[in-house]
């Protein structure tokens, strides 16, 4: 077995896993059918948890020490009861997230980061220096990564294809990818329409698809998209747990997060703004509950903005591309006669 420990949700603290001695990796699911997972789980249920335990049950995932399973959302749920029956590879961590952000949550949060790390070390004893070099290194990690993506607000964008890509592969494994302003990412024409991308998982495909029909993702708004370059809690915070709580609870807002729609609602206005968006795509994951009412406040944002909004439906396996296609080439070409 390797020394990767597997996480899914952006609410999971990698610094956690780093401390530990492991490599943290993003478990991204993977393309087509999920049939063997399908038998385990209800039909209705979200396909990205569905396809990364049929990657499990394949044996396509590196080998693991373990997993941390953050029950974030009603899915996530039921993978942290299924995971541990059905995949005997390693351990499995469970990790309760609060869905609010106040005092008591982040107290909340920090507890079951203090247990989370106790049960990775296999010790009582928490090295909190060794903590803080892990902070430390991840927040240096962040801070190249959105000093690149700030450069998006230039006049001469940079393509979104070639970050969503290298941000993937930054995390899996997140030590082998650091973000750089080399001449590999390619250069693009200010002429082109600046999207903003949401939903919940983002499909590397879509970004591609989007700028090969001549858009441009400028942000994306996604659980493995921008909301994982958290900004650094300020003040002076000495526990390492209640920094990471208070690091992750007040980064950008999941739509899980309550109350969430005014704090969503400034955090999609300063994106509009600052990277000079003519339009809004929404990538709504088929049986996401959240997607559901986040669309929904995103539909209202854009029109109180009035704000060009598609939505497109995906279910994760990649099968959506033609519809896709079609109904991406007539938005832009609405963006372009505006």
């Keep these: ?6 996480w899914l949700c952006h609410y999971t603290p990698v610094e956690v896993i780093t401390a530990a001695g492991y490599k943290p990796l993003r478990l991204l699911g993977r393309k087509g059918n999920n049939s063997r997972s399908a038998t385990y789980f209800s039909g209705n249920l979200c396909p990205y948890v569905q396809s990364c335990l049929e990657a499990a049950l394949r044996h396509e995932l590196p080998p693991l020490k373990g997993v941390v399973i953050a029950r974030s959302c009603n899915a996530m749920m039921h993978l942290a009861n299924l995971w541990p029956r059905y995949i005997t590879r390693g351990q499995t961590f469970v990790l309760d997230v609060p869905r609010r952000f106040d005092d008591d949550a982040v107290l909340y949060f920090a507890q079951n980061l203090r247990r989370l790390t106790k049960e990775l070390t296999g010790t009582t004893n928490i090295d909190k220096e060794n903590l803080w070099t892990a902070i430390n290194w991840w927040e240096e990690q962040r801070e190249g990564w959105r000093e690149l993506l700030s450069r ?5 964008p940079l393509s979104g294809t070639e970050i969503m890509a290298k941000l993937t592969r930054w995390q899996s494994p997140a030590a082998s990818v650091k973000a750089t302003n080399s001449q590999a990412f390619i250069s693009l024409t200010a ?31 996604g659980c493995n998209g921008w909301r994982l370059l958290l900004a650094p809690v300020t003040g002076d915070e000495r526990d390492p747990f209640l920094y990471l709580a208070k690091l992750y609870l007040g980064g950008p807002p999941c739509p899980r997060m309550v109350p969430v729609r005014g704090w969503r609602s400034r955090y999609w206005a ?28 995103l539909k209202n944002f854009c029109e109180k903005r009035g704000l060009p909004l598609l939505r497109l439906d995906g279910d994760f396996s990649g099968g959506n591309r033609g519809q896709w296609r079609t109904r991406i080439e007539a938005f832009l070409e609405m963006l372009e006669v505006q």
């Design 1 to 6: 077995m390797g020394d990767f420990i597997g």
């Design 191 to 221: 002429a082109r329409p600046r999207l903003f991308l949401a939903g919940s998982i983002i499909p590397q495909e879509l970004v591609e698809m989007i700028e090969e029909l001549g858009g441009l993702v400028t942000f994306a708004d």
């Design 270 to 297: 300063a994106a509009v703004e600052q990277f000079q968006i003519r339009g809004a795509i929404y990538h709504a994951m088929k049986f996401c509950d959240a997607a559901v009412y986040d669309f929904l406040a």
């Design 152 to 156: 998006r607000a230039e006049e001469t």
